[in-house]
């Protein structure tokens, strides 16, 4: 690994998508249109939209950051690219920190931009620092970036990279404790949504939500899902392969 | 500088349990345009993905300028040119050739020149996407012609050119050769294996004939490579 050419891949990257400002459009404004129609939509009930706005403002950067980044990689490969890249003189972990940060860099901006018209347009109400809202976004986004990096390895075509958002995200939003408590799972899925990486993040959103304070569950949550962000990229980076068998 | 360029001793590589190819060997000098000449599916590619290290050897073994394929050293001193050109549709031909160029560790003036080399200075800041088929693939040739590798693998690097430019590239290709670097060329253009010094028969993933273009000819008594791959092949099928 080299720290210039991981800067020089993570600006290529850039590059690429400032060519692409739709895309750069519907990054950042998909979700603050999703959670502005949120707050819309419980506009006659402000309590549930404060409980349940926290932990969302976790969730749709993330699911974002998870889609686009899973289908640039896998662009990557499937132009050969990838393969030209792999017999040059540049290391594996080159490659994906620079998607990484490159995506982690958007994912900072979007997690800072929802943040703040979550709380200062739309009224939702955090009992905690407006900081650690922030932190806690920008760390589920950085997640979904990770994630996306690591199942594109198993995605052949565009067709599967799409679908692993359902078979990925899909079960980890439905045991993440948003809606049914954790303590209100069955033994088994409850085992399970411990072992998932979004349920911390939604945890330290309802966390942070909640106490007005940042206790050290919540660190404990967001030191989890950083941790959970590094095993991704590290294994993505064990998946790419320099020879074909 | 090493005698031999390449050299594969018994060489097989299987995909997917299939073998692609056989108990391939041969020799190569340096300096030379050796041209790898075969129907679609005989193992063109193959064999060159297995030089730039992208494939893995079942059996047998393959030497790239004194060091084993798909050694570490050799990365920064081969050029490779896949078959479809391997550019970022979404960033302009410099900024394709600049990254490459950055991996390289080479200054700016080198992007410039191999712009230069391949024609390319009109459509130097025009998006990939928006170029044409063989401005592309000249944009990914500009690629493997940045630094100085001693070994350049172009895979088909012609197709979907014009005439004159394909000419203007053998042309180069010449020059480059006299400056002491080898060439793998692959192509099914038989035309354009007239062009090469060598030649390199392949089919079935088999190797039919290997040596210097008029040998091959004398060899076979043929006037033209077409004539001899035919002859080539008549007589493998008939000693089956």
Same mark, same amino acid.
């Given at each position: 690994?080299?720290?210039?050419?991981?800067v020089a891949?993570?600006w290529r990257?850039?590059?690429?998508?400032s060519h692409?400002?739709?895309t750069l459009?519907?990054?950042?404004?998909v979700p603050?249109v999703l959670l502005?129609l949120?707050a819309w939509?419980?506009s006659?009930t402000?309590?549930?939209?404060?409980?349940?706005g926290?932990p969302?403002?976790?969730?749709?950067?993330f699911v974002?950051?998870f889609l686009i980044?899973s289908?640039?990689?896998l662009?990557e490969?499937?132009?050969?690219t990838?393969?030209?890249l792999?017999?040059?003189p540049?290391?594996?972990?080159d490659i994906?920190?620079?998607y990484a940060?490159?995506?982690g860099?958007?994912?900072?901006l979007q997690?800072?931009?929802?943040?703040?018209?979550a709380?200062?347009?739309?009224?939702?109400h955090?009992?905690?620092?407006?900081w650690a809202l922030?932190?806690?976004?920008?760390a589920?986004a950085?997640?979904?970036?990770a994630l996306?990096?690591f199942?594109?390895?198993?995605a052949?075509t565009?067709?599967?990279a799409?679908?692993?958002l359902p078979?990925?995200i899909?079960?980890q939003?439905l045991?993440?404790?948003?809606?049914?408590?954790l303590?209100q799972?069955?033994?088994?899925l409850?085992?399970?949504?411990d072992?998932?990486?979004l349920?911390?993040?939604?945890?330290?959103m309802?966390?942070v939500?909640?106490?007005?304070?940042?206790?050290?569950?919540t660190y404990r949550?967001?030191?989890v899902?950083?941790g959970?962000?590094?095993?991704?990229?590290?294994?993505g980076?064990?998946?790419?392969?320099?020879?074909?068998? | 500088?090493?005698?031999?360029v390449?050299?594969?001793?018994?060489?097989?590589?299987?995909?997917?349990?299939?073998?692609?190819?056989r108990?391939?060997s041969?020799?190569m000098a340096p300096?030379r345009i050796t041209?790898?000449?075969g129907?679609s599916g005989?193992?063109?590619?193959?064999?060159?993905?297995?030089?730039v290290?992208a494939q893995?050897i079942?059996?047998?073994?393959l030497?790239?300028l004194? +060091? &084993?394929? !798909?050694? #570490? %050293?050799?990365?920064?001193?081969?050029g490779y040119?896949t078959?479809?050109p391997a550019v970022y549709?979404?960033l302009t031909?410099r900024?394709?050739i600049?990254y490459?160029?950055?991996i390289l560790r080479?200054?700016?003036?080198?992007?410039d020149e191999?712009?230069g080399?391949v024609?390319?200075?009109?459509?130097a800041?025009?998006v990939v996407?928006s +170029? &044409?088929? !063989?401005? #592309? %693939?000249?944009?990914?040739?500009a690629?493997?012609?940045?630094?100085n590798a001693?070994?350049?693998v172009l895979?088909e690097?012609t197709?979907g050119l014009d005439?004159?430019?394909?000419?203007?590239?053998?042309?180069l290709f010449?020059?480059?050769?006299?400056e002491g670097?080898?060439?793998?060329i692959?192509s099914?253009v038989?035309e354009e294996a007239? +062009?090469?010094?060598?030649?390199?028969?392949?089919r079935?993933?088999?190797l039919?004939?290997?040596?210097p273009k008029?040998?091959?000819l004398?060899d076979?008594?043929?006037k033209s490579v077409?004539?001899?791959f035919?002859?080539?092949?008549k007589?493998?099928?008939r000693?089956r």
């Amino acid at each position: 690994m080299h720290g210039r050419l991981t800067v020089a891949t993570a600006w290529r990257v850039l590059r690429q998508l400032s060519h692409d400002p739709r895309t750069l459009a519907l990054l950042f404004v998909v979700p603050c249109v999703l959670l502005g129609l949120l707050a819309w939509v419980y506009s006659s009930t402000p309590i549930v939209f404060d409980h349940i706005g926290g932990p969302l403002l976790a969730v749709f950067p993330f699911v974002v950051m998870f889609l686009i980044t899973s289908i640039a990689t896998l662009r990557e490969r499937s132009s050969g690219t990838l393969e030209r890249l792999l017999t040059m003189p540049i290391g594996k972990l080159d490659i994906l920190l620079g998607y990484a940060l490159t995506f982690g860099a958007l994912a900072i901006l979007q997690a800072t931009i929802a943040s703040f018209l979550a709380v200062h347009a739309y009224g939702l109400h955090v009992a905690g620092p407006e900081w650690a809202l922030v932190t806690v976004a920008l760390a589920d986004a950085l997640l979904g970036t990770a994630l996306g990096l690591f199942v594109s390895a198993f995605a052949g075509t565009e067709f599967q990279a799409v679908q692993f958002l359902p078979a990925f995200i899909f079960p980890q939003f439905l045991l993440c404790g948003l809606l049914v408590p954790l303590s209100q799972l069955p033994v088994v899925l409850h085992r399970i949504a411990d072992a998932l990486p979004l349920t911390y993040a939604v945890d330290a959103m309802s966390r942070v939500s909640a106490e007005p304070t940042v206790s050290a569950h919540t660190y404990r949550d967001i030191t989890v899902v950083l941790g959970f962000a590094l095993a991704a990229v590290l294994l993505g980076a064990a998946t790419l392969r320099r020879q074909t068998k | 500088m090493q005698d031999i360029v390449l050299q594969a001793d018994a060489l097989t590589i299987n995909r997917e349990g299939q073998p692609v190819l056989r108990d391939v060997s041969f020799a190569m000098a340096p300096g030379r345009i050796t041209g790898l000449i075969g129907p679609s599916g005989s193992g063109k590619t193959t064999l060159m993905r297995a030089v730039v290290g992208a494939q893995r050897i079942a059996a047998g073994r393959l030497t790239v300028l004194g +060091l &084993s394929a !798909g050694s #570490k %050293a050799l990365r920064p001193r081969i050029g490779y040119v896949t078959q479809s050109p391997a550019v970022y549709d979404d960033l302009t031909a410099r900024q394709n050739i600049q990254y490459f160029a950055t991996i390289l560790r080479l200054p700016r003036a080198a992007v410039d020149e191999v712009i230069g080399v391949v024609d390319l200075q009109p459509q130097a800041n025009q998006v990939v996407g928006s +170029l &044409s088929g !063989g401005q #592309k %693939a000249r944009v990914s040739l500009a690629v493997a012609l940045l630094g100085n590798a001693q070994l350049l693998v172009l895979d088909e690097p012609t197709v979907g050119l014009d005439p004159l430019l394909r000419q203007k590239l053998w042309a180069l290709f010449a020059r480059l050769a006299d400056e002491g670097r080898s060439l793998i060329i692959s192509s099914h253009v038989m035309e354009e294996a007239e +062009l090469c010094n060598d030649l390199l028969l392949l089919r079935d993933g088999r190797l039919l004939a290997y040596g210097p273009k008029a040998q091959l000819l004398h060899d076979t008594q043929t006037k033209s490579v077409e004539a001899a791959f035919l002859k080539l092949v008549k007589g493998v099928t008939r000693a089956r």
